[in-house]
């Protein structure tokens, strides 16, 4: 790929012929078609991102947006086939999603789509004769349905979803009006078409099953669930003034609200065909947006009705009326009359109305100001500048300033700046403009017209002719690059002018046809020019003849430039081939491959390349020309390339082409570079101001200083006056509210006066009541006192009950005390007894130990000296009895020496001799460990006994401690009883006193009754006293008995519960003795199992020397057939080890055994405790000592 590489900046045009060509993706930003782009556009910022169309994209034919703004679809036709490509808006830059571009059956392209309400669904119209519906499920691209809609091939203009309905569609076009439910797979129609078939340009869903429909005739037509509910006609008449007005003609009842929806826009070119035959008079309704307070619809060239929903009654009128304004720079004033409004959409929050035209201008609208100017239309703004509406004939650029200079055939001249993305200066001609050239000052442009060539001024706000040129359809200009020159072409003949003295200096002439292009090198000292004829020519301005030719009838020139350094021209035309021409021949020819070049452009720095195609593509080149196909390629016009160039400095590239659009382009170049060129002065900020303009504007301002002096006066006069009304208002106000006050005054003497009376009547009714009050205290209070006196008394007797039962139960508490007391020094006496009596016995136990301790000790002794004594007389005898075997041996050994047959015998005597004095060192070493091992055995018999002290002292206190917890717990269950008792009592006491006080006031009242009536009086006072004196009387006996029966209760609860806390003590106080008996048996039993063990190790040590002494009694009397007898008694010393190994097994077994003991006892202590009422320890007897020592025995055998 090339190095060379252009990114899109700016674009100036709009595609106004795409159906639906402009909508919001939120408040700031709008989408439309440009060229073979789609824009969005910020209104607020001004910044352009492109969202580029396909490659080789023929004609982009419709427009859809979905409703949740996440997807765009887009209807192309690409190489003579349809396709639709869907983006994804919300990716940067925005992404291709889906294309869908195989189908399944016949179409031709697609001119109208939308999206469901859901987004999920599209829906397609193709073009006749086919005119199929299709309902796709696009992300899938899956066919739901598919339905034809004519079959009279009429043309269809848009369809739509319900927008809360995804089965449901509307249809309309030429003829046709059609509601469509999706179901099962299929389209199907609801609705059946009454009256007359009219021509319905556009629809839009005004709620779930209402749409408003416009026709070609102004006809607006209501459909609900597919009948009609309301019309309206518009009339489009001639005024006095030549200005249309729109009347409402004819109007039925409606009861229908418009939510905010926009509608697509149909085809223009086919509504127009169509509607070719209808009324001039009539205005053509292309598009209906509908908004909340009612729907916006075109009517007529240039204007646009408000329809608003009537509060008092259910139809619609006319509100608004929004027009085209009329353009100053418009050479024609009515040209806001002849463009139709194709498309209507409003914004998110409904602030704005956005209009696009037929003449490809965009117009917009705040809605508030159609709220302000009542009564009178508001006018249209434009959205961005005036845009060209027709094919651009006509670039150029400067140097001093950074302007864009194109005309059009739409015949105007517009003046853009690529710095600013802004339109300078614009106006309309008369005639068509066809070429254009821009002074490299930036002040002139030299214009190729119709009629005439046209040099002219850019003044600061006009572009204003000031010289003429009878030079009829000039179609090629060109300013020199140094501006004291220009170049214009008539037919086939070059005419150069020079621009001082405006002076035609020279006419060229050589070419047989028409002459396409023409450019001066870089000097201004040649001009190279191309035609139709196939003829490049390079002339000498100085001479006016040709320089160098080439000519190739064959192909028909469009375009021409030269290389930097004059050199080299470079050439295309109709043989789709780049030439590049020197010294008048053809050096080289690069093919276009299969496209025809229709513009050319060299950089300054003559590493660059671009070409304008026929296709509308701009394909970017390094020069020198690469052999293979090595250039990038930019789809961006919509049509043929007319004009390409670059500017001064090679930082932008400019393209137009015949769809009406102008691309800036940056360009780079070697790895995204830009092509950086040293300015060595700034653009020039001067502008044009012709003198007659400076004078008037002068005047203007002189005028307008006047009138403010005059405004000055005259207001200064009219605050005078005001001053002057304003003081005599506030003296006649001055006076009224003193008036008022003196009034005021008055009434609050008057009331004052009544306020005192008041206060003094008041006063004396207070003194009255408080002196009643008063009185009827006083004899309250006597009452009371009498009454609390008796009560008195009645407390002082019941007080002194209650002492002496306080020290009656005292007394009782007294003697329990020493009752138990005496009872407690009796056990600890018994108690002690016994234990005096078993620390007795336990010293005898231990006194027999000791005994038994000594007696072992001395047999051990004893033991030992018998086995050193033995052992020394054995080797004693067996050193004699060797010395004998040895002199016997020495006398065989004489005796024999000769007899070889004794040798035998001799070899067998010392083998014998030898194993003898092994056994021997057997049996030391067996002795020496049987010392060994008895020591051990001692010391771990010491520690098991201090473990086993340990753990039952632990064992006692933990038991305490439990008593002393259970004890306490006791106690505090016994105090809360008791206080819940003393509580009950108490408030049962408060109830009886209470109701008794209840009672009595109630027939004291009643008494209170007859205080008019002394004798009745008297005999209720008795019936009173009476009733409740002789009552309360018994109340305290039965009160008092009742009190008494209580406090014994509670004193018998007391000492209960003293007596079984002691029976407690006695208990655990027993188990504790218990388990001191339970220790002191279990010392006595492991001194048992010493014993046993000590006898058990003795008897066996016995044995073993009474084995040993048999040996050796055995060992005198040595026979050859006994040797076998030795050998037997030596498997003794295994015997014993063998015994000796299971000692810690049987230590094992004998704790176990205790073990069981100590549980057995423990169960028995637990029996005696569950057993109800106090027992003695004298019952329990411990296991006797020699039962125990039996027993050991017998488990030890």
Not at 215 to 220: A, P, S, V, Y
Not at 1045 to 1066: D, F
Not at 1143 to 1156: A, C, P
Not at 1159 to 1167: G, P, T, V
Request: hydrophobic residues 35%; aromatic residues 8%.
């Amino acid at each position: 790929m090339s190095t060379v590489v252009a990114q899109s900046l700016h674009v100036f045009g709009l595609r106004s012929h795409v159906a639906n060509n402009i909508f919001f993706f939120d408040e700031q930003i709008i989408i439309f078609p440009s060229g073979n782009h789609c824009v969005k556009y910020n209104v607020d910022q001004k910044w352009q991102k492109f969202i580029p169309g396909s490659d080789k994209s023929q004609d982009m034919l419709a427009l859809s947006i979905s409703p949740n703004r996440r997807y765009l679809a887009v209807s192309e036709t690409v190489q003579e086939k349809p396709v639709i490509t869907i983006y994804e808006l919300s990716s940067i830059p925005c992404r291709k999603r889906k294309i869908l571009n195989n189908f399944d059956f016949p179409v031709q392209k697609f001119v109208s789509m939308a999206f469901s309400p859901d987004s999920k669904y599209l829906l397609t119209q193709t073009s006749p004769p086919e005119s199929n519906l299709v309902y796709w499920l696009w992300e899938k691209q899956k066919v739901m349905a598919i339905m034809r809609t004519d079959s009279q091939n009429s043309s269809v203009y848009q369809v739509s979803f319900s927008p809360q309905d995804n089965t449901q569609v509307c249809v309309t076009g030429n003829g046709m009006f059609k509601l469509l439910r999706f179901a099962e797979g299929t389209l199907k129609q609801t609705n059946f078409q009454k009256g007359e078939p009219q021509n319905y340009l556009a629809h839009t869903w005004v709620s779930d099953d209402k749409i408003v429909v416009g026709t070609d005739t102004g006809r607006l037509f209501l459909f609900e669930s597919g009948d009609q509910r309301w019309e309206t006609s518009i009339m489009v008449k001639e005024s006095t003034s030549d200005r249309k007005n729109l009347n409402m003609i004819q109007e039925s009842e409606s009861l229908i609200q418009f939510p905010t929806i926009s509608s697509p826009v149909p085809s223009y070119e086919r509504a127009v065909t169509t509607s070719s035959r209808s009324q001039i008079t009539m205005p053509q309704v292309f598009a209906i947006a509908a908004y909340s307070k009612g729907f916006a619809c075109s009517a007529g060239p240039g204007r646009v009705l408000l329809f608003e929903k009537m509060e008092e009654k259910d139809f619609y009128r006319e509100s608004r009326e929004i027009r085209i304004p009329v353009d100053p720079q418009s050479n024609d004033p009515s040209q806001s009359d002849k463009q139709d409004v194709l498309c209507l959409c409003f914004s998110p929050s409904e602030e704005t109305l956005i209009a696009s035209t037929s003449k490809n201008q965009l117009y917009s609208i705040t809605m508030s100001l159609t709220e302000i100017s009542k009564g009178e239309p508001a006018h249209f703004e434009y959205l961005l500048y005036p845009l060209h509406s027709a094919s651009i004939t006509g670039l150029a650029t400067c140097i001093r300033k950074p302007l864009i200079a194109t005309c059009s055939l739409d015949r105007s001249v517009r003046i853009w700046n690529y710095e600013s993305n802004t339109l300078e200066l614009f106006k309309e001609y008369q005639e068509e403009a066809y070429t254009i050239s821009l002074h490299p000052s930036g002040h002139f442009i030299v214009v190729g017209f119709a009629d005439k060539l046209r040099l002219m001024n850019l003044l600061i706000d006009d572009i204003r002719s000031f010289k003429e040129y009878s030079v009829r359809g000039c179609r090629e200009c060109s300013f020199s690059n140094g501006g004291h020159l220009f170049a214009a072409v008539n037919g086939n003949v070059i005419h150069i002018f020079t621009t001082t003295t405006l002076e035609n200096i020279s006419n060229l002439k050589g070419h047989t046809g028409k002459i396409r292009s023409i450019v001066w090198n870089a000097d201004d000292s040649k001009l190279i020019s191309c035609g139709t004829d196939g003829a490049v020519y390079e002339w000498n301005l100085s001479t006016g003849k040709r320089e160098t030719e080439c000519v190739l009838k064959s192909c028909s020139y469009n375009c021409v430039t030269i290389s930097p350094d004059a050199k080299i021209i470079f050439a295309v035309g109709s043989d789709q081939t780049l030439k590049e021409i020197a010294d008048s021949s053809v050096l080289r020819e690069t093919s276009a491959f299969d496209v025809t070049y229709t513009a050319v452009a060299i950089s300054h720095s003559g590493r660059m390349m671009f070409v304008g195609t026929s296709l509308g593509t701009i394909r970017a080149m390094k020069y020198p020309l690469p052999l293979q196909k090595e250039f990038n390629e930019y789809h961006a016009h919509a049509g043929p390339v007319t004009k390409i160039l670059l500017t001064f400095d090679d930082q932008f590239l400019l393209t137009t082409a015949e769809d009406g659009c102008l691309f800036t382009w940056k360009v780079f170049d070697k790895d995204g570079r830009g092509i950086k060129r040293e300015r060595e002065v700034g653009f020039a900020e001067e502008v044009l101001v012709t003198k007659t303009d400076m004078e008037e504007k002068a005047q203007v301002m002189l005028e307008l200083k006047t009138r403010v002096e005059e405004l000055k006066m005259e207001n200064e006069y009219q605050l005078r006056l005001k001053d002057m009304n304003y003081s005599e208002k506030i003296k006649e106000l001055t006076d009224k509210f003193i008036q008022e006050m003196e009034s005021l005054k008055t009434k609050n003497q008057v009331l004052r006066t009544e306020k005192d009376k008041q206060d003094v009547l008041h006063r004396e009714h207070v003194d009255d009541l408080l002196d009643k009050q008063s009185r009827e205290l006083q004899d309250l209070e006597c009452c009371n006192n009498q009454k609390l006196l008796l009560e008195y008394e009645k407390y002082q007797e019941l007080q002194l009950k209650s002492q002496r039962m306080q020290e009656e139960y005292e007394k009782q508490l007294r003697d329990n005390d020493e009752t138990r007391s005496q009872a407690l020094e009796e056990l600890t006496e018994f108690y002690e007894a016994k234990l005096q009596e078993k620390t007795t016995l336990l010293e005898e136990a231990q006194e027999d130990v000791r005994q038994q301790l000594r007696e072992f000790e001395e047999t051990k002794k004893q033991i030992e000296e018998d086995e050193d004594r033995e052992i020394q007389d054995i080797k004693t005898k067996y050193e004699k009895k060797l010395r004998d075997e040895k002199e016997a041996n020495l006398r065989l050994k004489g005796e024999t020496g000769i007899m070889r047959k004794k040798e035998k015998r001799i070899y067998d005597l010392k083998k014998k001799n030898q194993e003898l004095e092994k056994f021997k060192f057997v049996l030391d070493y067996k002795i020496k460990e049987l010392k060994k091992q008895i020591e051990p055995r001692e010391n771990e018999i010491k520690v098991m006994k201090e473990q086993i002290q340990e753990m039952e002292a632990e064992l006692e206190r933990f038991h305490k401690q439990n008593a002393q917890l259970e004890l306490h717990v006791v106690e505090l269950w016994q105090k809360l009883r008791a206080a819940d008792q003393e509580t009950r009592r108490e408030r049962q006491t408060e109830r009886d006193l209470e109701a008794l006080v209840k009672r009595f006031k109630t027939d004291l009242h009643n008494c209170v009754a007859y205080i008019q009536e002394p004798r009745l009086l008297k005999e209720k006072v008795r019936g009173l006293f009476e009733k409740y004196v002789q009552r309360a009387d018994m109340v305290e006996i039965v009160g008092l008995n009742t009190d008494l029966q209580q406090e014994y209760a509670r004193q018998r609860e007391h000492l209960e519960r003293n007596l079984a806390t002691l029976k407690k003590k006695v208990v655990k106080e027993s188990e504790l003795h218990r388990a001191d008996y339970v220790r002191i048996m279990q010392e006595n039993v492991s001194l048992i199992k010493e014993i046993n063990e000590l006898r058990r190790e003795l008897k066996f040590t016995r044995s073993q020397v009474y084995d040993l002494e048999a040996a050796l009694k055995l060992t005198k009397k040595i026979r050859p057939q006994e040797v076998p007898e030795t050998v037997s008694s030596e498997d003794v010393p295994g015997v014993a080890s063998t015994v000796r190994l299971n000692e810690q097994e049987e230590t094992e077994r004998i704790i176990e055994m205790q073990r069981l003991e100590i549980q057995r006892l423990r169960d028995q202590i637990q029996e005696q405790e569950q057993v109800p009422g106090f027992h003695h320890l004298a019952g329990i007897r411990l296991p006797s000592l020699l039962g125990s020592e039996a027993d050991l025995e017998v488990q030890t055998k």
